[in-house]
T-cell receptor
Framework: DSGVTQTPKHLITATGQRVTLRCSPRSGDLSVYWYQQSLDQGLQFLIHYYNGEERAKGNILERFSAQQFPDLHSELNLSSLELGDSALYFC????????????FGPGTRLLVL | DAKTTQPNSMESNEEEPVHLPCNHSTISGTDYIHWYRQLPSQGPEYVIHGLTSNVNNRMASLAIAEDRKSSTLILHRATLRDAAVYYCILRPLENNFNKFYFGSGTKLNVKP
């Protein structure tokens, strides 16, 4: 158990819908990272937040957005969902922005029908 | 962007050592070499990292070539629990996570 929690564990929705994925980092960790893992693209970095501020963006679509709240939990919002958005979404956390080790949560499996 | 090349899959017998290779010929001087692994149905898990010198921890050893263009993750005694996908990742010192590239990894199968 990494100490990172993600909810929900599974999510099934339809195309065009909007969903919110939630992540609670390990106690004391200020950084939160979001990744998408699909069968054809592998594990891709989406976005990084540090202490409430966006620090880096990866291959994140404009239909996706994220935020980190004052209690340090983070939410990833996915809108206008397409079939290709079906994937595992992982959240990771680390103590600081430049920390060597990231601790990954168990992931949220999203299925868009 | 500096990327890594790993074999798609490897097989090992239980309780034998496993050497997982990784090539990173375009590595820059400030890139750290990280290894993560992903067990079935779980999120990735940190294994080890290094810059220039060989590193050991309770999970594994990391051997880095003198020219840093390749590295090897060594599991000293593989167990069934070590069956996972192992990712070799280059992480720039300047913390640009656009370059935190996982690649396709090596799927390790451990036979009893």
């Amino acid at each position: 158990d990494s100490g990172v929690t993600q909810t929900p564990k599974h999510l099934i929705t339809a195309t065009g819908q909007r969903v919110t994925l939630r992540c609670s980092p390990r106690s004391g960790d200020l950084s939160v990272y979001w990744y998408q893992q699909s069968l054809d693209q592998g594990l891709q970095f989406l976005i990084h937040y540090y202490n409430g501020e966006e620090r880096a963006k990866g291959n994140i679509l404009e239909r996706f957005s994220a935020q980190q709240f004052p209690d340090l939990h983070s939410e990833l919002n996915l809108s206008s969902l397409e079939l290709g958005d079906s994937a595992l979404y992982f959240c990771a956390s680390s103590v600081r922005a430049g920390e060597e080790t990231q601790y990954f949560g168990p992931g949220t499996r999203l299925l868009v029908l | 962007d500096a990327k890594t090349t790993q074999p798609n899959s490897m097989e090992s017998n239980e309780e034998e050592p496993v050497h997982l290779p990784c090539n990173h010929s375009t590595i820059s001087g400030t890139d750290y070499i990280h290894w993560y692994r992903q067990l079935p149905s779980q999120g990735p898990e940190y294994v080890i990292h290094g810059l220039t010198s060989n590193v050991n921890n309770r999970m594994a050893s990391l051997a880095i070539a003198e020219d840093r263009k390749s590295s090897t993750l060594i599991l000293h005694r593989a167990t069934l629990r070590d069956a996972a996908v192992y990712y070799c990742i280059l992480r720039p010192l300047e913390n640009n996570f656009n370059k935190f590239y996982f690649g396709s990894g090596t799927k390790l199968n451990v036979k009893p």
